[in-house]
């Protein structure tokens, strides 16, 4: 049964009262919500109860999902959205990103893991000053391997504007990362 239909019967039966549905959705979908709360910077002691809110938000919104789109879609802009609430609600705690380990590959000298480590720690940082309509098409092309028709469909705007948002996108990170880290970022345009 493809991954759609099942959705689709798996939410009818939720939205139905049956916990064992629920409990299905939670397992299959947490390490998703869990990667989106910890792509858009929640720090890694938050991610636990960022993910049961995203889901008890889901459960009381079920009513709002739509069979004609895709379930995992309408999942991942609920849960972006909860998590960009959380950040907002949680402002002075903005700059304390705190990221979790990389374990680097053997061939890998320290020097250079350490510098990679720094850098996705100041980009990470850079990425939370982005204004929203810049920020969410980044995560989901760049950091979530999606297609810019599939990005659009969850932001709900025309593909030429998600092209044109990751364009401005990547200008503004890249001047942001090289007025603050000028010795790593260069003039700008690294990105």
């Known amino acids: 049964m493809p991954d759609t239909v099942r959705d689709a019967a798996t939410v009818e039966a939720a939205r139905s009262g049956d916990q064992e549905a629920f409990g299905d959705l939670v ?3 947490q390490g998703m919500v869990a990667g989106v709360a910890w792509r858009y910077g ?3 002691d938050e991610i636990e109860d960022v ?25 991942y802009r609920l849960a972006a959205n909860h998590v960009i ?8 705690d903005r700059n304390r990103v705190e990221m979790p380990e990389q374990v ?12 990679l480590d720094e850098r996705g720690r100041l980009l990470r940082a850079a990425l939370s000053e982005l204004p929203g309509k810049y920020r ?25 504007t998600v092209k044109t948002r990751l364009m401005r996108g990547r200008h503004a990170l890249g001047k942001i990362l090289a007025r603050r880290n000028p ?9």
């Open 42 to 44: 929640t720090r890694r």
């Open 104 to 115: 680097a590959a053997k061939h890998r000298q320290a020097g250079e893991s350490m510098e």
């Open 27 to 29: 397992r299959r979908y």
């Open 183 to 191: 010795e790593l970022f260069g003039g700008g345009d690294a990105l």
């Open 85 to 92: 609430d959380h950040h907002r609600r949680n402002r002075r």
């Open 136 to 160: 969410d098409p980044l995560f989901l092309v760049y950091l979530e391997s999606m297609k810019v028709d599939e990005a659009a469909r969850i932001l709900a705007l025309p593909a030429g």
């Open 51 to 75: 993910v049961s809110e995203v889901f008890i938000k889901m459960y009381g919104s079920l009513d709002r999902f739509r069979p004609t789109h895709r379930f995992s879609s309408w999942l």
